[in-house]
């Protein structure tokens, strides 16, 4: 039985891509770096901004690395507005599902902690979560197991009774790594052929499948 549901945020509950890919982008221009496709920048989505940046740029010196992340902060803060994220079809109406039912929701994300709450709260579903963890919150984020261990023991949860979802690879490998049951969604930044090899569970390809599998 289903006790708790851990989700990832950006490509599983909030479509961003289109505020990341353009973020991203600017941050090299105005950083005088060399154009890369979108895929190379999609292939970084769900892990910390840090290991982001190194991956985009090769051979990079880690002392350069922080001048990176204010500018991706600053170019963040002044698109967030003009490019406004929205729910996946599906996404509220389910979580008010779930939460009637009495599974604890929370959400494990390695967005900045402020970000991930002001998008929570803007698009109306904060409520519904009993814990959020932002990248600020753990140690040792994804792929590794921390954001679940820690969540499962705050809510006195073993693994086989918590379901992880997300849509990239890294949201998998965290959630078995903890002994979760792991779902992949095909909606996101990944594909199902990727999520399977990860590994999942279960792959799902709207939000709202998720009640039929708990």
Same mark, same amino acid.
Request: charged share 20%; aromatic share 8%; hydrophobic share 45%.
């Given at each position: 039985?289903?006790?708790?549901?851990? /989700?990832?945020?950006?490509?599983?509950?909030?479509?961003?891509?289109?505020?990341?890919?353009?973020?991203?982008?600017?941050?090299?221009?105005?950083?005088?770096?060399?154009?890369? $496709?979108?895929?190379? &920048? &999609?292939?970084?989505?769900?892990?910390?901004?840090?290991?982001?940046?190194?991956?985009?740029?090769?051979?990079?010196?880690?002392?350069?690395?922080?001048?990176?992340?204010?500018?991706?902060?600053?170019? /963040?803060?002044?698109?967030?507005? +003009?490019? !406004?994220?929205?729910? /996946?079809?599906?996404?509220?109406?389910?979580? %008010?599902? #779930?939460?009637? +039912?009495?599974? &604890? #929701?929370?959400?494990?994300? @390695?967005?900045?902690?402020?970000?991930?709450?002001?998008?929570?709260?803007?698009?109306?579903?904060?409520?519904? =979560?009993?814990?959020?963890?932002? %990248?600020?919150?753990?140690?040792?984020?994804?792929?590794?197991?921390?954001? !679940?261990?820690?969540? #499962?023991?705050? =809510?006195?949860?073993?693994?086989?009774?918590?379901?992880? !979802?997300?849509?990239? $690879?890294?949201?998998? +490998?965290?959630?078995?790594?903890?002994?979760? !049951?792991?779902?992949?969604?095909?909606?996101?930044?990944?594909?199902?052929?990727?999520?399977?090899?990860?590994?999942?569970?279960?792959?799902?390809? @709207?939000?709202?499948?998720?009640?039929?599998?708990?």
């Amino acid at each position: 039985m289903t006790k708790l549901i851990v /989700f990832d945020f950006d490509g599983t509950l909030g479509d961003t891509l289109e505020l990341i890919l353009k973020c991203n982008h600017e941050t090299r221009r105005r950083m005088g770096a060399p154009v890369i $496709p979108d895929s190379a &920048i &999609i292939s970084t989505i769900g892990i910390p901004l840090w290991d982001g940046i190194k991956e985009m740029n090769p051979g990079i010196s880690e002392a350069d690395i922080p001048a990176w992340m204010k500018m991706y902060r600053e170019v /963040f803060d002044g698109l967030k507005h +003009q490019i !406004v994220p929205v729910l /996946f079809p599906g996404v509220k109406e389910t979580l %008010a599902g #779930l939460h009637n +039912q009495g599974i &604890i #929701l929370t959400v494990a994300s @390695s967005r900045g902690r402020e970000s991930l709450n002001d998008f929570l709260k803007a698009m109306g579903i904060a409520p519904y =979560f009993d814990y959020v963890l932002g %990248a600020e919150d753990v140690v040792n984020a994804k792929p590794k197991p921390e954001p !679940v261990l820690k969540t #499962l023991k705050r =809510f006195g949860v073993i693994g086989p009774e918590c379901l992880v !979802v997300g849509d990239m $690879p890294v949201d998998i +490998q965290m959630g078995l790594g903890a002994g979760a !049951v792991t779902c992949g969604v095909t909606f996101g930044n990944s594909s199902r052929e990727a999520l399977e090899a990860a590994g999942a569970n279960y792959v799902i390809d @709207s939000f709202d499948k998720l009640l039929s599998i708990i």
